[in-house]
């Protein structure tokens, strides 16, 4: 870990394991920073759990994880890398309407919340307590099995919830669901036959990209020295200049 992207938590660690009483002087200016980790979960919302589960676990191939279910009510989640996909279903639950991706949009959309994911019991209230002290309202924390979590809202109303994990699923899905899904019965992993086989796949030459939102960011963040290619993307254009045309 680079020493800029330690945490006092992390300093805190390194001296008990040396066997060091840490100063608390070392820490002034860190104990105001939300000690936040990367994203737990995004939460939607479906009037159809499985068709749900059929196009995220048997289309695009991640793990159903785990799943709770009762009162007309249901909760499941699909891991993706180190972030999850949740969804809510519930009777009277609407679609939302298509639109164009990034376009604005007056109508009623499928999302619920974004959860952020924090590393300690000790991180959660303490940004808890960061919130609470600029004056933003928060509940919890709510114990919900497999994680700790308080819930909030940001300037723009939009719902919050910063989350510490408490249990690791090992052997997925983990349900308890009052009307269990014969859907879930079949596993975890992606099963086949639910969807057609490719039969005609993209030619290589043909994987190409046209410039699009963020174009001019890129070129200013290189001439500037804020950024670099990634290996892959370098190889390609070196490889290959139309590519990115």
């Keep these: 870990m680079h020493p800029d992207n330690l945490t006092h938590h992390d300093i805190e660690k390194v001296c008990y394991k040396l066997g060091w009483q840490p100063s608390y002087d070392i820490f002034r200016g860190l104990e105001n920073i939300v000690a936040l980790t990367g994203i737990n979960h995004l939460a939607f919302i479906t009037h159809d759990l499985e068709a749900t589960i059929r196009f995220y676990r048997d ?144 030619p290589v030459e043909q994987m190409t990209a046209h410039a699009g939102n963020g174009y001019q960011m890129r070129d200013a963040a290189l001439l500037e020295r804020r950024g670099d290619y990634l290996p892959e993307y370098r190889t390609l254009i070196t490889k290959t200049p139309s590519a990115a045309e």
């Design 59 to 202: 289309l695009l191939g991640l793990t159903l994880e785990a799943g709770v279910g009762h009162d007309g009510y249901r909760h499941y989640f699909f891991r993706a890398g180190e972030a999850q996909i949740a969804f809510f279903a519930y009777e009277g639950a609407q679609s939302m309407n298509p639109k164009p991706h990034g376009s604005p949009s007056r109508q009623p959309l499928g999302f619920d919340h974004v959860s952020m994911t924090c590393e300690s019991r000790t991180d959660l209230f303490a940004a808890k307590d960061r919130l609470e002290a600029a004056g933003f309202d928060v509940s919890g924390a709510v114990d919900h099995g497999t994680m700790w979590s308080i819930y909030f809202y940001d300037p723009n109303n939009i719902p919050l919830e910063i989350s510490w994990d408490i249990l690791k699923i090992t052997q997925p899905p983990a349900v308890a669901d009052d009307l269990p899904l014969a859907i879930v019965a079949e596993g975890a992993e992606p099963q086949p036959g639910h969807w057609p086989e490719v039969t005609n796949p993209t």
